[in-house]
């Protein structure tokens, strides 16, 4: 805990740009894609404004908060939108597989 | 790195929080502010609600664009609604809103005057951040804004876990000033932080909804059910409005209707809306929730928004809203929410003059042996801080205090109310910067403390001079007794600046010089 990492390895405020606006694009697609799963897998749903549709909705604000105030954590700015963006990617895939292939 | 993370945040969205919460801790009692600042109503009496289908057959057979939608009141003592129907000529209260009521003899009387636009002034410049311009422009920075306060949260907590246990319970009040307002603004985020949690989150929901449904609706499935329509055929004669009451009371006990809100189109006949609240139950608006009802049969046909009346996906939803709105608990949580409210308007503002005081510090690390002085930026920081918090609060006791003397010459209320608060707001900013952050605030807090005395001033006058205002006495004494504690706090504030302000230490953003006049420092004394 106290040892200091090496230089390379401290987080510092200077890539803020990068990092945040991976949150910002990146961040909001891996959102709008985790309703999607809960609204494909789960008890949520889309569309129709019942509870369920609104509670989906409501989901947007802290997941996305989370991930615009973690993604500061990611070493550098490429890595931020190589991570966000690949978990988007691979659950985007997820739910075009079930929506078009599987049904 | 969080550490800067919540400065930047926290600096960018800070005054626009301030003014936020400083109006959102008012709305808390906006009904009582309606009441206090609205004419005595032109009908003193309600028309009995057994008269009130005579009542409607005649407003609408003179007004027959009324019946696309009017609202019948329930509850007498509603301030918002000084008559028993209701009709607007624009959508959702816009245009033009008729009053109307029988008179003894059962002629039909009519008029326009509403209740006061201040509650409404200050509900809005809570919403938008004190920026009145397009709601939907607006809404866009709101939700940026919430969504940074968010961030200034999560990363704030960050920052003071390593120091936690040391830092939590202790306030040191002492030599170093720094670290008592240090030590205050930790202790107020982190006890008040599910309060802020909540609000930032509900905020970003209110700011960003239709992005978020629009985004979910065209990217992902839709699976919901679709909505159901009830197809009336036959023409019916509807239940007269004391006959739904009693139905109502029949089916949901607990539910107290505030007013019923009729609608009508060609296709789908007559609806009724009733809007109510369950004193055990929070609701989905601020002061009420809705239920759909039948107005041939009076059953209830839609309970997702009743309050009492919900089911578990429902209540959950709603519970979003009354935590935002603090409508559940009665009075307690009402005030809880206003100290919540007020606190939250001081951690913003210390946590701007944190900031001004470590970037001096900061930059002198290292240049000890040279003078650092205030930067630019910090100066101009300092400035807007005090400018646009305390123009902020002696703008809305202002435009308050003339709710009671506008009437004597005009009728364009809302313009005017909005025209005194930005009157005062601009010239307290300019003020600020004329004077500087140190000397400003002193000013500004003395001149905040004379505005919000203003208002039990205008009661005052109001009961001396007939002709001049109105009292209307019970719970809107409240509005007059909170009025001189606030205006006594920021006497206090005022006089314990105008001490930092000659104690402070050079090149602090306070520091004005060493002379100190006699004056000032007896009434900073005596207001200890």
Same mark, same amino acid.
């Given at each position: 805990?106290?040892?200091?990492?090496?230089?390379?390895?401290?987080?510092?405020?200077?890539?803020?740009?990068?990092?945040?606006?991976?949150?910002?694009?990146?961040?909001?697609?891996?959102?709008?894609?985790?309703?999607?799963?809960?609204?494909?897998?789960?008890?949520?749903?889309?569309?129709?404004?019942?509870?369920?549709?609104?509670?989906?909705?409501?989901?947007?604000?802290?997941?996305?908060?989370?991930?615009?105030?973690?993604?500061?954590?990611?070493?550098?700015?490429?890595?931020?939108?190589?991570?966000?963006?690949?978990?988007?990617?691979?659950?985007?895939?997820?739910?075009?597989?079930?929506?078009?292939?599987?049904? | 790195?969080?550490?800067?993370?919540?400065?930047?945040?926290?600096?960018?969205?800070?005054?626009?929080?301030? *003014?936020?919460? $400083?109006?959102?801790?008012?709305?808390?009692?906006?009904?009582?502010?309606?009441?206090?600042?609205?004419?005595?109503? @032109?009908?003193?009496?309600?028309?009995?609600?057994?008269?009130?289908?005579?009542?409607?057959?005649?407003?609408?057979?003179?007004?027959?664009?009324?019946?696309?939608?009017?609202?019948?009141?329930?509850?007498?003592?509603?301030?918002?609604?000084?008559?028993?129907?209701?009709?607007?000529?624009?959508?959702?209260?816009?245009?033009?809103?008729?009053?109307?009521?029988?008179?003894?003899?059962?002629?039909?009387?009519? &008029?326009?005057?509403?209740?006061?636009?201040?509650?409404?002034?200050?509900?809005?410049? &809570?919403?938008?951040?004190?920026?009145?311009?397009?709601?939907?422009?607006?809404?866009?920075?709101? %939700?940026?804004?919430?969504?940074?306060?968010?961030?200034?949260?999560?990363?704030?907590?960050?920052?003071?876990?390593?120091?936690?246990?040391?830092?939590?319970?202790?306030?040191?009040?002492?030599?170093?000033?720094?670290?008592?307002?240090?030590?205050?603004?930790?202790?107020?985020?982190?006890?008040?932080?599910?309060?802020?949690?909540?609000?930032?989150?509900?905020?970003?929901?209110?700011?960003?909804?239709?992005?978020?449904?629009?985004?979910?609706?065209?990217?992902?499935?839709?699976?919901?059910?679709?909505?159901?329509?009830?197809?009336?055929?036959?023409?019916?004669?509807?239940?007269?409005?004391?006959?739904?009451?009693?139905?109502?009371?029949?089916?949901?006990?607990?539910?107290?209707?505030?007013?019923?809100?009729?609608?009508?189109?060609?296709?789908? !006949?007559?609806?009724?809306?009733?809007?109510?609240?369950?004193?055990? &139950?929070?609701?989905?608006?601020?002061?009420?929730?809705?239920?759909?009802?039948?107005?041939?049969?009076?059953?209830?046909?839609?309970?997702?928004?009743?309050?009492?009346?919900?089911?578990?996906?429902?209540?959950?939803?709603?519970?979003?809203?009354?935590?935002?709105?603090?409508?559940?608990?009665?009075?307690?949580?009402?005030?809880?929410?206003?100290?919540?409210?007020?606190?939250?308007?001081?951690?913003?503002?210390?946590?701007?003059?944190?900031?001004?005081?470590?970037?001096?510090?900061?930059?002198?690390? !290292?240049?000890?042996?040279?003078?650092?002085?205030?930067?630019?930026?910090?100066? *101009?920081? %300092?400035?807007?801080?005090?400018?646009?918090?305390?123009?902020?609060?002696?703008?809305?006791?202002?435009?308050?205090?003339?709710?009671?003397?506008?009437?004597?010459?005009?009728?364009?209320?809302?313009?005017? &109310?909005?025209?005194?608060?930005?009157?005062?707001?601009?010239?307290?900013?300019?003020?600020?910067?004329?004077? %500087?952050?140190?000397?400003?605030?002193?000013?500004?807090? $003395?001149?905040?403390?004379?505005?919000?005395?203003?208002?039990?001033?205008?009661?005052?006058?109001?009961?001396?001079?007939?002709?001049?205002?109105?009292?209307?006495? !019970?719970?809107?004494?409240?509005?007059?007794?909170?009025?001189?504690?606030?205006?006594?706090?920021?006497?206090?504030?005022?006089?314990?600046?105008?001490?930092?302000?000659?104690?402070?230490?050079?090149?602090?953003?306070?520091?004005?010089?060493?002379?100190?006049?006699?004056?000032?420092? @007896?009434? !900073?004394?005596?207001?200890?």
């Amino acid at each position: 805990m106290t040892k200091r990492l090496p230089k390379a390895q401290q987080l510092s405020s200077e890539h803020w740009f990068g990092k945040a606006s991976a949150g910002v694009f990146a961040g909001y697609l891996l959102t709008i894609a985790i309703c999607g799963i809960f609204s494909r897998f789960g008890p949520l749903e889309v569309g129709f404004f019942s509870a369920q549709a609104q509670i989906t909705m409501w989901l947007v604000a802290p997941v996305w908060g989370l991930i615009l105030s973690f993604c500061f954590l990611f070493q550098s700015s490429a890595r931020a939108w190589a991570w966000l963006g690949g978990a988007s990617v691979v659950l985007w895939s997820i739910l075009l597989l079930f929506r078009f292939v599987i049904g | 790195m969080y550490r800067d993370i919540h400065s930047w945040v926290g600096i960018v969205c800070g005054l626009a929080l301030f *003014i936020a919460f $400083y109006a959102g801790a008012i709305t808390m009692f906006e009904a009582p502010l309606n009441r206090w600042a609205s004419k005595p109503a @032109v009908f003193s009496e309600h028309t009995p609600l057994e008269k009130t289908p005579e009542l409607v057959e005649k407003v609408l057979a003179e007004y027959p664009k009324a019946a696309g939608r009017y609202e019948v009141t329930l509850d007498a003592g509603f301030a918002d609604r000084p008559a028993r129907v209701m009709w607007s000529t624009g959508p959702r209260g816009r245009g033009t809103t008729y009053y109307a009521e029988l008179a003894e003899d059962g002629s039909l009387q009519v &008029h326009t005057e509403g209740p006061s636009a201040v509650g409404q002034l200050v509900d809005d410049l &809570h919403q938008q951040v004190g920026i009145l311009l397009d709601h939907e422009l607006v809404m866009q920075l709101v %939700g940026a804004i919430s969504l940074m306060y968010f961030i200034a949260l999560i990363s704030g907590v960050i920052v003071l876990l390593p120091t936690l246990v040391k830092d939590l319970f202790i306030l040191r009040i002492g030599k170093n000033l720094k670290r008592m307002w240090l030590d205050l603004h930790n202790a107020l985020g982190l006890f008040s932080l599910p309060f802020h949690i909540i609000m930032a989150l509900t905020a970003v929901v209110f700011a960003f909804h239709d992005l978020f449904y629009a985004s979910q609706w065209t990217l992902l499935e839709k699976n919901g059910r679709p909505e159901f329509h009830e197809e009336v055929a036959e023409h019916r004669e509807p239940l007269a409005p004391h006959q739904i009451v009693a139905r109502l009371r029949e089916q949901a006990p607990g539910f107290k209707p505030l007013y019923m809100q009729f609608h009508a189109e060609e296709d789908h !006949g007559l609806e009724l809306r009733v809007s109510g609240s369950n004193p055990r &139950h929070g609701s989905r608006a601020p002061g009420y929730g809705i239920a759909g009802v039948d107005p041939y049969t009076g059953d209830l046909t839609s309970t997702d928004y009743m309050p009492g009346e919900q089911d578990g996906w429902y209540a959950t939803l709603t519970s979003f809203f009354s935590l935002h709105f603090g409508n559940f608990g009665g009075n307690p949580i009402r005030w809880t929410y206003f100290l919540l409210g007020l606190a939250g308007a001081v951690l913003f503002y210390t946590g701007n003059l944190l900031w001004i005081e470590s970037h001096r510090k900061k930059r002198r690390k !290292g240049y000890e042996h040279l003078d650092v002085q205030q930067t630019k930026p910090s100066i *101009i920081l %300092g400035a807007l801080t005090v400018g646009i918090s305390l123009g902020c609060i002696a703008g809305i006791s202002t435009t308050i205090a003339a709710a009671k003397l506008l009437p004597l010459w005009t009728d364009a209320l809302a313009a005017w &109310h909005m025209g005194i608060y930005y009157t005062v707001f601009f010239l307290s900013v300019a003020w600020a910067f004329y004077r %500087g952050a140190a000397r400003g605030a002193v000013e500004l807090l $003395y001149a905040s403390a004379v505005a919000t005395l203003f208002i039990p001033a205008v009661s005052l006058l109001s009961a001396l001079f007939p002709g001049v205002g109105w009292n209307h006495g !019970g719970s809107t004494y409240l509005i007059d007794v909170m009025a001189i504690i606030g205006a006594g706090c920021f006497a206090f504030l005022a006089g314990k600046t105008v001490q930092r302000i000659h104690n402070a230490p050079e090149y602090s953003i306070w520091y004005v010089g060493e002379e100190v006049s006699p004056t000032q420092t @007896v009434l !900073g004394a005596q207001l200890q």
